[in-house]
């Protein structure tokens, strides 16, 4: 942007010139109007002497007036733009554009300019973001809708080839077709409930919970489950003492039942699963004797109902800590 008038160079023009031009009147006059006449009759040395320091009292006095006035002036230009950009920090919203003089545009101005203009830019950037997400939010969405049904037209084929006489090597086929398509299914699922609570739309009424009586119920739910898997299960739920969460009891639910999936799908062949309730530490912990994350071949994908679980914790202001090896895998779920 091209600079019109420097307000430092105004300063220092008017500056030297309150300092300069009294000493070049004095010495003009004294030269030109006859001075030194004036100085032999009227004047004597001593009253030389006050006129001098009474013009170089005028230059220090009229010097810090002029720049008591242009601080000032500063210090007030620069503290509306402070305001305005602590205004929009604290309240974390875009500032609105400052006004700005065009026809002085000086070093202030243009500081009010340039700020203005990243303004803009960053709300067309929050435009385009917002409508790319939205888009994208609307995309997952009809996707999730259009591949279910077909899913279920392909569920119903491996259903009717069920019912064929067929070798042992297609029976094992159609069961890990049949695996796969209820694979497909849950990650749909899992894609549509993170686009639903990313955006929003996900109902979260946070309450105080009793965490051992919400661990309690979600493990009496799953243990068939476990059982049919034959998987040992290790429990450590204190029934007689407690603590309480402020967090939404489907979020937590949610959030359990993804992590005893984790343990069917993945960690099944351990036979081993341990859940606690640490009333002590107000924690809550699960843990298998698995192949760990790393060795597990559905750990490789994009672990959408993972990121899910994270996304429900950090948003009712709790984290979950991994801890997985060759040996299991170990999840602390505690207060951020």
């Keep these: 942007m091209k600079q019109n008038r420097s307000l430092f160079r105004r ?5 030297f010139l309150f300092i300069f031009l009294p000493p070049i009147v004095l010495i003009f006059f004294s030269a030109f ?7 032999e009759k009227d004047l004597n040395t001593l009253n030389l002497f006050y006129v001098t320091v009474l013009l170089f009292g005028f230059i220090i006095v009229t010097f810090v007036i002029l720049s008591w006035l242009f601080f000032l002036k500063l210090q007030k230009r620069l503290t509306r733009l402070q305001e305005v950009m602590s205004f929009s920090a604290h309240n974390n919203s875009f500032p609105k554009p400052i006004p700005v003089q065009t026809d002085r545009m000086d ?5 009010g300019s340039s700020f203005n203009w990243m303004i803009q830019q960053l709300e067309d950037s929050r435009k385009r973001e917002y409508e790319e997400e939205l888009l994208r939010h609307r995309l997952i969405a009809n996707l999730s809708h259009d591949l279910r049904t077909p899913l279920t037209i392909l569920r119903g084929q491996v259903t009717r080839l069920n019912k ?8 094992n086929s159609l069961a890990e077709m049949n695996h796969t398509i209820t694979r497909i299914g849950d990650l749909m699922d899992d894609l549509l409930s993170y686009t639903l609570l990313t955006s ?3 109902p979260f009424e ?3 919970t009793d965490i051992g009586r919400l661990v309690r119920a979600s493990v009496a739910a799953w243990y068939p489950a476990f059982e049919e898997k034959e998987i040992q299960l290790d429990v450590d739920l204190p029934t007689e003492e407690t603590f309480y969460w402020e967090a939404d009891p489907k979020w937590m639910t949610r959030v359990l039942d993804n ?10 062949e351990g036979k081993y699963a341990n859940i606690v309730v640490d009333v002590e530490q107000e924690q809550i912990i699960v843990a298998d004797r698995g192949p760990g994350m790393d060795s597990s071949p559905y750990e490789r994908g994009a672990g959408i109902g ?10 009712m202001k709790l984290k979950a800590d991994f801890t997985s090896n060759e040996n299991g895998t170990s999840v602390a779920i505690g207060r951020a």
């Design 107 to 111: 070093e202030i101005d243009q500081l």
């Design 200 to 202: 929003g739309k996900y």
């Design 306 to 315: 993972l990121s899910t679980s994270k996304y429900m914790l950090k948003k």
């Design 33 to 39: 109007v006859g001075f030194s006449d004036i100085h």
């Design 206 to 208: 946070p309450t105080p």
């Design 11 to 15: 300063f220092l023009k008017v500056h």
């Design 259 to 268: 992590l005893f999936q984790n343990i069917l799908r993945h960690a099944a």
């Design 164 to 171: 064929e006489s067929m070798s042992l090597e297609g029976q």
